[in-house]
């Protein structure tokens, strides 16, 4: 379903963090509305915990926000028709992977996934700290279709299954499905649920690829001054910061994604990517904007 071209009057962009401990200094939410006005961070200088973000998304958030995510919102599926193959209790489905990894992880602090990661099911599939490598992990890790898309585009993702190295996304992927599992009924969830006529919805997006539709380099989409923030949110139309030195790049990004989904939230092709399957959509999901 392709949403009306005026379904959205508020759009939010989050920046998320996997990261162990309460409060994350690499989560960042930032909301504007329709028009050219910049958008503003929720919260300046709060650090966030993820907590927090659940309940600002469950309680805050406006009935016609679109909520970019950035983090992985799935696994891996379809290339090898499991999240984990020869487990008898692989989710067959994407909501009932969130259960599953918000059930094994209940006694996890902060959101936290590390009770899933070492579950000895799970972690044949993975590729931990401390040169901890799954049978079945192999490579780069597993990808899911939206990421395979997302390489022929000339980006970069890396696999949900790799929890090493400066960037990887495993663990925000992890946590942020607790997250997904959490929410409720009002919000939908883009493409696992059907996308109602009213309500907020949130998506899974990737902060790059906004920053590339916004000119800037490939390899070089982190914004770490205002005068880069200010040119690009100029290329999507929004007005700019007109702040002046160093920000934040986690910052940066929901900024810069909050203003990208406003110009093209509304483009019906980026609702119906070609690959995407009703299959693919219950399973993987899809990445927002990659089509």
Same mark, same amino acid.
């Given at each position: 379903?392709?949403?009306?071209?005026?379904?959205?009057?508020?759009? %939010?962009?989050?920046?998320?963090?996997?990261?162990?401990?309460?409060?994350q200094r690499g989560i960042a939410v930032a909301i504007c509305a329709q028009g050219k006005a910049v958008p503003t961070l929720v919260r300046p200088g709060h650090?966030?915990?993820?907590?927090?973000?659940?309940?600002?998304?469950?309680?805050?958030?406006?009935?016609?926000?679109?909520?970019?995510?950035?983090? @992985?919102?799935?696994?891996? =599926?379809?290339?090898?028709?499991? =999240?984990?193959?020869?487990?008898?209790?692989?989710?067959?489905?994407?909501?009932?992977?969130?259960?599953?990894?918000?059930?094994?992880?209940?006694?996890?602090?902060?959101?936290?996934?590390?009770? #899933? %990661?070492?579950?000895? /099911? %799970?972690?044949?599939?993975?590729?931990?700290?401390?040169?901890? *490598?799954? /049978?079945? #992990?192999?490579?780069?890790?597993?990808?899911?279709?939206?990421?395979?898309?997302?390489?022929?585009? @000339?980006?970069?993702?890396?696999?949900?299954?790799?929890?090493?190295?400066?960037?990887?996304?495993? *663990?925000?992927?992890?946590?942020?499905?607790?997250?997904?599992?959490?929410?409720?009924?009002?919000?939908?969830?883009?493409? =696992?649920?059907?996308?109602?006529?009213?309500?907020?919805?949130?998506?899974?997006?990737?902060?790059?690829?906004?920053?590339? %539709?916004?000119?800037?380099?490939?390899?070089?989409? *982190?914004?770490?001054?205002?005068?880069?923030?200010?040119?690009?949110?100029?290329?999507?139309?929004?007005?700019?910061?007109? @702040?002046?030195?160093?920000?934040?790049?986690? *910052?940066s990004d929901a900024i810069l994604t909050a203003a990208w989904l406003r110009r093209?939230?509304?483009?019906? /092709?980026?609702?119906?990517?070609?690959?995407?399957?009703?299959?693919?959509?219950?399973?993987?999901?899809?990445?927002?904007?990659?089509?």
């Open positions: 379903m392709v949403p009306a071209p005026d379904r959205f009057g508020h759009f %939010v962009g989050i920046d998320w963090s996997g990261a162990a401990g309460e409060r650090v966030w915990s993820r907590m927090e973000v659940l309940d600002w998304l469950s309680s805050e958030s406006p009935d016609d926000a679109i909520v970019g995510l950035d983090l @992985g919102a799935s696994l891996p =599926f379809a290339d090898m028709g499991a =999240f984990f193959p020869g487990w008898v209790e692989s989710p067959h489905d994407a909501h009932a992977l969130w259960a599953l990894i918000d059930g094994i992880t209940a006694d996890d602090p902060h959101l936290s996934a590390s009770s #899933f %990661v070492d579950h000895p /099911e %799970v972690a044949r599939h993975l590729r931990r700290h401390g040169g901890r *490598k799954g /049978e079945h #992990f192999s490579g780069r890790g597993r990808l899911r279709l939206t990421e395979v898309r997302q390489r022929e585009q @000339g980006l970069n993702p890396y696999s949900n299954l790799n929890l090493v190295g400066a960037a990887q996304v495993g *663990k925000s992927s992890l946590t942020g499905m607790r997250v997904l599992h959490r929410l409720p009924p009002r919000i939908a969830i883009w493409p =696992f649920d059907t996308l109602p006529m009213a309500g907020p919805v949130v998506l899974e997006i990737y902060t790059s690829l906004a920053a590339v %539709v916004a000119g800037r380099p490939k390899g070089r989409a *982190k914004m770490r001054d205002h005068a880069a923030l200010d040119a690009a949110l100029t290329v999507l139309g929004s007005e700019p910061t007109r @702040g002046t030195g160093p920000i934040d790049d986690h *910052k093209d939230a509304h483009r019906p /092709e980026l609702w119906t990517p070609r690959d995407m399957t009703p299959q693919i959509a219950a399973t993987e999901g899809w990445t927002f904007g990659i089509t």
